[in-house]
């Protein structure tokens, strides 16, 4: 039998693998072989794995990756965000976007505003969605941050308005959306069990085929190529937000793509990384960008206020900060607080 993969890279491209791709028979759960899909969409790359006696089962789980990327890209003229960022006035939209506004409004008023969908006109400015990177003056920032304030984005119902000169900008939300509609897509395919890396987006359908629990690895922001520690889950995401995700370099300074709404510029709060262990992929897209925003006392504030997920730390020294819930299933060779 094939060794499977004990760990996943948060946020890189690969699962670190041991098998030989493909489609193979498995020992033990009947008659499910493995399926293996790597996918380029929402500006990353995807890995798929998924173990299911349906052999179109991993190109399902593309075709519903490639429709949402088709819907939220709002650089795409026909996708739905596009109509909805360039109609002026209001609009009606699909039950999908609903609730993906809807949990990001959730959060952005948890977070006091360090969530902010509208922070699309000050991203441009960067240049983090035309990768033309610029850093923009202090004249250029105050006259952007007035067009970002998600309490002006009115939604009712399935209507809704962005005013205009203001847009929408669901980068820091779509990788969950999209890994909860894939683990919804297997439980209706009757998969047996799966894990799919959207990015810095991990989420477990299941257990591992052998019944054992998932360990998910979470990147060390100082060298992403090795791991601070991992974590045990089954259904679960692991989402992971990290100031070297993507960024750029211009006269020695480092700025990268998650930004603070109050200042137009990239978080800097004191924190390398903020990993969120919860049951919604999307839920946990959206605290990783607004917990980093916070800083690490803000997040525990967040944390202690509202629960509902378990974190990990990494703050600008390397101290690595863990949420109790995660006591037994955090497993780490450095020293680490927990905090309660
Ligand atoms: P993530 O990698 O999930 O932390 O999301 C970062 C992406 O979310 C960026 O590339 C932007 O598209 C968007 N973003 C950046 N800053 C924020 C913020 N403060 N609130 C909401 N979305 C943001
Ligand atoms: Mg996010």
Sequence with gaps: ?????????????????????????????????KYEKIVYAMDTIMQLDIYST???????????????????DRGDEESEIYKVNHAGKAVTVSDEIVEIISMAHDVSVKSGGAFDITIAPVMDA?????????VPSDDELDVLLKKVDYSKISLDGNTVTVPDGMELD???????????????LFKRDG?????????????????KPDGSLWNVAIQDPEKPDSYIGSVSI???????????????????????????????????NGLSSVTIITES????????????????????????????????????????????????????????DIIQ
């Design 1 to 33: 039998m094939k060794k499977f993969i004990d760990f996943i890279c948060v946020a890189s491209l690969v699962f670190v693998t041991f098998s030989s791709g493909g489609c193979s028979k498995l020992s033990g759960i009947g008659e499910a072989s």
């Design 54 to 72: 349906d052999p179109e089962v991993s190109q399902k789980a593309e075709d519903e990756i490639m429709r949402l990327d088709k819907m939220l």
């Design 126 to 134: 960067w240049g983090f969605y035309s990768k033309s990177y610029h």
């Design 170 to 184: 669901l980068g820091g939300i779509a990788k969950g959306y999209t890994s909860d509609r894939l683990m919804e």
């Design 191 to 207: 998969v047996h069990s799966a894990i799919v890396s959207l990015g810095g987006n991990v989420q477990a359908f299941g257990r």
């Design 234 to 268: 089954e259904n679960m995401a692991v989402v992971t937000s990290g100031s070297y995700q993507r960024y750029f370099e211009r006269d020695g300074i480092t700025y990268h793509h998650i930004i603070d709404p109050y200042e137009g510029r990239p978080a800097d």
């Design 281 to 336: 992929g999307m839920l946990g897209d959206a605290l990783s960008t607004a917990l980093f925003v916070l800083g690490l006392d803000g997040a525990v504030d967040y944390w202690h206020t509202y629960g509902g997920f378990q974190a990990v730390f990494v703050d600008n020294n390397g101290k690595i900060y863990i949420t109790a819930g995660l006591e037994n299933s955090f497993k780490c060779e450095r020293s680490y």
